[in-house]
């Protein structure tokens, strides 16, 4: 008896000394959750225009504000755009040509290479694309800019990105998403918990008075991942609009770790 008292204690303390998984932390509780959620709605709330955001956790549960609610997607459709096109390139590597076209469009939010890969892929193939990745009510417009996209939809679909993508071209796109340039870092990007890293893509485009400005976001630490949409139409200026979205943002992510 003595001998197997040993051996469950042996095998105890080998079990509770067994290293994390990399980038394990405490996972958040429903109930933080909740919180977290409350706190970026009662924000969004009091800010002017229309807000709808979308956060799946590491579980890959869904929580959100009118997360089913359409929004004209504005350049964040360009990661859609990307992938649209590297799936067409599957059997083959990326020459200079591709290059110069999805560096611009996903670094710089270029409009001309977006104008010409939509052109080259065709709305069905976004459809295509929407339809695999489970994307409820998205639809194209007359332009690229004008699709109707959902926080829900856009949150899902960051989160499974690389299942979308050939194997081959995996790195290359997300190397892109993580090197947006400085000046359209603004919104989630600051709020990112440390020892996290985003890949994401924002939009905006001015009509009339308002302004309608969104971002996505992958967030991955070692094999764990979160991902978030949040967009917004109504602002009375971009800088606002910034605003909003990093403060939804902050709330989502507020103590995460």
């Known amino acids: 008896m003595v001998a197997v008292a040993l051996l469950l204690l042996s095998t105890a303390a080998a ?4 290293p994390p998984r990399q980038g394990e932390g405490p996972p958040a509780s429903d109930t933080q959750w909740a919180e977290r959620v409350e706190a970026a709605r009662k924000f969004a709330a009091d800010r002017r225009g229309h807000v709808g955001f979308a956060i799946l956790d590491e579980e890959g549960g869904l929580r959100g504000h009118n997360a089913g609610a359409h929004f ?3 350049s964040v459709v360009k990661v859609m755009l990307m992938v649209a096109y590297l799936r067409r390139a599957r059997n083959r590597g990326l020459d200079d040509h591709d290059r ?3 560096a611009p469009m996903i670094k710089h939010s270029a409009n001309g290479p977006a104008s010409t890969i939509y052109l080259q892929v ?3 193939a976004l459809h295509d694309l929407a339809r695999d990745a489970g994307m409820k009510g998205f639809s ?3 332009t690229w800019g004008s699709s109707r996209i ?4 856009q949150a899902r679909f960051l989160y499974e990105l690389e299942r979308f993508i050939p194997r081959r071209h995996t790195d290359y796109a997300l190397r892109l998403m993580a090197d ?3 000046r359209q870092r603004w919104g989630i990007p600051p709020t990112v918990p440390q020892g996290w890293h985003i890949h994401f893509k924002g939009g905006w ?3 009339s008075a308002s302004w309608k400005i969104n971002q996505v976001a992958l967030l991955t630490n070692g094999d764990r991942r979160l991902s978030l949409a949040v967009l917004t139409r109504g602002n009375p200026s971009a800088g606002y609009g910034h605003a909003t979205i990093k403060g939804v943002a902050e709330r989502l992510l507020h103590g995460y770790e």
């Open 15 to 18: 079990v509770a000394a067994k």
């Open 72 to 74: 004209e997607s504005a």
């Open 100 to 102: 110069s076209l999805l």
């Open 122 to 124: 065709g709305a069905g």
């Open 140 to 142: 194209t417009g007359p």
């Open 150 to 153: 959902t926080a829900e939809g």
């Open 180 to 182: 947006i340039v400085s």
């Open 205 to 207: 485009a001015q009509e």
